[in-house]
Antibody, heavy 119, light 112 residues
Framework: EVQVVESGGGLVKPGGSLRLSCAAS????????MSWVRQAPGKGLEWVAR??????????DYATPVKGRFTISRDDSKNTVYLQMNSLKSEDTAVYFC??????????WGQGTPVTVSS | DIVMTQTPLSSPVTLGQPASISCRSS???????????LSWLQQRPGQPPRLLIY???NRFSGVPDRFSGSGAGTDFTLKISRVEAEDVGVYYC?????????FGQGTKLEIK
């Protein structure tokens, strides 16, 4: 059974930092590209960042609004992907979903972890 | 960025009747490898999104065959042959052809 479980969300002040974690199982994680997608309250979906598998180069890509502030990384020994979020702004408030990617589609989704940026 | 535009934004449907959602992209979604990376996701109330269709018309594992996708280039359609109560939610198209991946605004499917 596929499981994707995010953690690490919470309330943080503007300018603060947070690290999200995503533990995955039930598929071959080491060969899977992973993405983070967020959803602001009452809004639609916004792709945030992606990390390829190491055998695809392990490269990372970011949406413009988060470039330079967020860092995606992975630990294949733990089947875990991370999202380090720095210099947080109120507009980063959202539920953050971890997703597994294949054929440039987002196949598996976690339940999401909420992030609130507020003073 | 590729802009994805869905119509309608809201779709009241009678149970057992068909439903159709359109998605148009601001540029062709045909990638250099010849594939078109257009997918459809469903988000039921209070749930995370779930993949329904990938590469225009391929149903993901476990997706009922009443869901079908079609289209080419810049115009795509998701059809539900007979709407059931569990289909209530918001449907999104998504393009994976070019970074950043982008989504349509969402279409809310509700029962009349």
């Amino acid at each position: 059974e596929v499981q994707v479980v995010e953690s690490g969300g919470g309330l943080v002040k503007p300018g603060g930092s947070l690290r999200l974690s995503c533990a995955a199982s039930g598929f071959i994680f080491i060969n899977t590209w992973m993405s983070w997608v967020r959803q602001a309250p009452g809004k639609g979906l916004e792709w945030v960042a992606r990390i390829k598998s190491k055998n695809s180069g392990g490269t990372t890509d970011y949406a413009t609004p988060v470039k330079g502030r967020f860092t995606i990384s992975r630990d294949d020994s733990k089947n875990t992907v991370y999202l380090q979020m720095n210099s947080l702004k109120s507009e980063d408030t959202a539920v953050y979903f971890c997703t597994a990617e294949n054929f440039y589609s987002l196949y598996y989704w976690g339940q999401g972890t909420p992030v609130t940026v507020s003073s | 960025d590729i802009v994805m535009t869905q119509t309608p934004l809201s779709s009241p449907v009678t149970l057992g009747q068909p439903a159709s959602i359109s998605c148009r992209s601001s540029q062709s979604l045909v990638q250099s490898d010849g594939n078109t990376y257009l997918s459809w996701l469903q988000q039921r109330p209070g749930q995370p999104p779930r993949l329904l269709i990938y590469k225009i018309s391929n149903r993901f594992s476990g997706v009922p065959d009443r869901f079908s996708g079609s289209g080419a280039g810049t115009d795509f359609t998701l059809k539900i042959s007979r709407v059931e109560a569990e289909d209530v939610g918001v449907y999104y198209c998504m393009q994976g052809t070019q970074l950043p991946y982008t989504f349509g605004q969402g279409t809310k499917l509700e029962i009349k």
